[in-house]
């Protein structure tokens, strides 16, 4: 024991965090270590742009937190200091529909947004590709999270759009990245066949990260993130342990930061295995917690009438759903189905006697873990 209770202390100026950013989850770290040959592959198919030629159309599949959006970040950032290429990435978890896409790429090519009404798609798409011709400029335009877009079966519209670029408009080239985190999507077979005949993707996947890859890419963050001696290699272990298990690397990050900010609130100069335990449980819901903020009123409702109903008919939980929003039954299936497909909820059919087929619907998360996040 310290001779000097106080000796341990933080003062009110103090903070164990040499740079708290380095453990936002957006973060995009100055040190890309084990996807070298993921890179590879993407700097491959993007070398065309820089000469002035479309790029190579390109999938990115993998689980979540396992450095997809971050190479492609990564690379964008270096393309953008190239001349002749503009790059845009849109997040389809919030921009989930063909027009959002593509008011997305408009308002980075325009620098200000498109006016929210009266202005038709094709107008949208038209004023996008005369600027791209008028400036010789080569677009690559990555979809984040572009499972959403399947979801809202908005993908093969806005992929024929994007793919089609060139023949609707003389000189305009344009290349996509697709980014996907859901591995029961069949990205290909999912397309219409009119955008299956032009879409030929280079697939580059990103596999989870082993322990020791966690170890050492936790290890850069705490380096650059917190003061030194802050963390030690047992409590490291254990947070790359924790990693491990759940499979994102996000919630190692995340974890990291929640542990510093739950020593600094005892007032300790050092990150404690109590610390790491304690911010598991926050953390652990990274994932959830991401899913939750993407989804609309209808969606967000729907989530807590299955948590109200937990593990009942689907015909109670329509029932409920239905008295809440007025929404109808079709509609209601396709959300439930789009949830399913998340990973929030669990939606099986089972055998009832005298009944036949019945689907029961049930949250794959702690009720009260998700109802404090909705």
């Not at 008028?134 to 793919?163: G, I, M």
């Not at 190692?252 to 449980?281: C, F, K, N, P, Q």
């Not at 209808?298 to 939980?317: H, I, K, S, T």
Request: with cysteine; glycine share 8%.
């Amino acid at each position: 024991m310290r001779e000097d209770p106080e000796e341990g202390m933080l003062s009110w100026d103090e903070t164990v965090f040499r740079d708290e950013h380095v453990f936002e989850i957006d973060h995009v770290p100055e040190t890309f270590d084990h996807r070298e040959s993921q890179l590879r592959s993407l700097k491959y198919a993007l070398r065309p742009a820089v000469r002035g030629s479309r790029p190579l159309n390109t999938m990115v599949r993998g689980p979540p937190g396992t450095g997809k959006t971050t190479a492609v970040q990564k690379l964008f950032g270096e393309l953008g200091t190239q001349s002749g290429v503009r790059t845009v990435r849109v997040n389809c978890q919030v921009d989930s529909t063909r027009y959002a896409v593509f008011s997305r790429v408009f308002e980075h090519i325009f620098e200000y947004e498109p006016p929210s009404s009266g202005i038709s798609f094709k107008k949208l798409f038209g004023q996008i590709t005369d600027r791209l011709v008028e400036d010789d400029e080569v677009l690559v335009v990555a979809l984040d999270d572009v499972n959403y877009l399947f979801y809202e079966n908005e993908a093969s519209d806005t992929l024929y759009s994007l793919l089609r670029a060139h023949e609707a408009h003389s000189g305009a080239r344009i290349g996509v990245i697709i980014i996907s985190s859901d591995l029961s999507l069949d990205v290909i077979d999912e397309l219409d066949g009119r955008v299956q005949s032009v879409f030929r993707p280079e697939e580059v996947f990103f596999p989870r990260y082993d322990v020791n890859e966690i170890v050492d890419i936790l290890r850069g963050r705490s380096k650059r993130g917190f003061h030194e001696d802050v963390i030690g290699d047992p409590e490291l272990d254990r947070v790359a342990e924790l990693t491990a298990e759940s499979g994102d690397l996000r919630v190692g990050i995340d974890l990291l930061r929640r542990a510093g900010l739950h020593a600094e609130m005892r007032a300790s100069r050092t990150v404690d295995m109590e610390d790491v335990d304690a911010a598991y449980d926050k953390s652990k819901y990274v994932h959830l917690s991401r899913c939750l903020r993407g989804l609309s009123d209808p969606e967000r409702e729907l989530v807590r009438v299955v948590a109200e109903f937990d593990g009942e008919r689907a015909g109670a939980v329509f029932e409920a759903f239905n008295e809440e929003t007025g929404l109808g039954y079709t509609r209601y299936s396709e959300l439930v189905n789009k949830l399913d497909q998340l990973g929030v909820i669990e939606a099986r059919y089972t055998e009832i006697e005298g009944r036949g087929r019945t689907r029961s619907i049930s949250l794959a998360y702690d009720a009260d873990a998700v109802l404090d996040r909705l």
